[in-house]
């Protein structure tokens, strides 16, 4: 079975520092992973995600992602934080196999942004 | 454009009623899910369809059902049985390959 962990349920930074966002996931077989944001009272947005090939995954407003096998990570990181960023972000893992696939998130890490 | 549309937006429900969540797809996609948000509680599954007429229950299925008639349609029926219904409700979809998601804009349910 494959389950996904963010670290923290909560990140605060100032703004321009760097944004890190912990995931790590458990998968049996290799995994698509994904980072989606959610601002409030709205639906969530694909970030980026990996599937295959290049292990750094860069995405929309300047967000970028490493997948790392061997410590079974998926971190998100932001050089410079801006005051757009604060939102909730969630991991998330999915997998196929046998014509069947699941989809799993994490709880969700909320970034607050301080001027 | 495909998409996921999901309607109502806002529903406000009376104690013991059911109500009824749609949620449409055009982009051909085999599976799809439904999830409950609750602040501080990330996306918990309800139910999910792998293919017509065919779907199975998530972590808190209770107080649910849905049906799955066609490849496009999966509403979700929050149930009086449903002790505390008032949510975000996210429907979302996955390609047969696993490599690609989306969403919903989702759908705020109050009990009143």
């Known amino acids: 079975a494959q389950s996904v962990t963010q670290l923290g349920s909560h990140v605060s930074v100032s703004e321009g520092a760097l944004v890190l966002l912990r995931c790590n996931y458990s998968?049996?077989?290799?995994?698509?992973l994904f980072w989606y944001v959610q601002y409030p009272n709205q639906g969530l947005q694909l970030l980026l995600k990996?599937?295959?090939?290049?292990?750094l995954v860069k995405g929309i407003n300047g967000f970028e992602a490493e997948f790392k096998k061997s410590e079974t990570s998926f971190h998100l990181t932001k050089p410079s934080a801006h005051m757009s960023d604060a939102a909730e972000y969630f991991c998330?893992?999915?997998?196929?196999?046998?014509?069947?696939?699941?989809?799993?998130f994490g709880k969700g890490t909320k970034l607050s942004v301080i001027p | 454009d495909g998409g996921i549309t999901q309607s109502p937006k806002y529903l406000f429900r009376k104690e013991g009623q059911n109500v009824t969540l749609s949620c449409e797809q055009n982009?051909?996609?085999?599976?799809m899910y439904w999830y409950r948000q609750d602040p501080g509680q990330g996306l918990r599954l309800i139910y999910y369809?792998?293919?017509?007429?065919?779907?199975q229950k998530g972590d808190i299925a209770e107080g649910y059902s849905v049906s799955r008639e066609k490849k496009e349609s999966f509403p979700l029926t929050v149930t009086s049985a449903q002790k505390n219904p008032t949510a975000f409700y996210l429907c979302?979809?996955?390609?047969?390959?696993?490599?690609?998601?989306?969403f919903g804009e989702g759908s705020w349910l109050t009990v009143v």
């Open positions: 998330a893992v999915s997998e196929s196999g046998a014509g069947s696939y699941q989809l799993t």
């Open positions: 979302a979809s996955v390609q047969r390959d696993g490599n690609t998601i989306y």
């Open positions: 998968s049996s077989v290799p995994p698509y």
């Open positions: 369809s792998q293919i017509v007429n065919d779907f």
């Open positions: 990996y599937t295959t090939g290049a292990t």
């Open positions: 982009l051909n996609h085999d599976a």
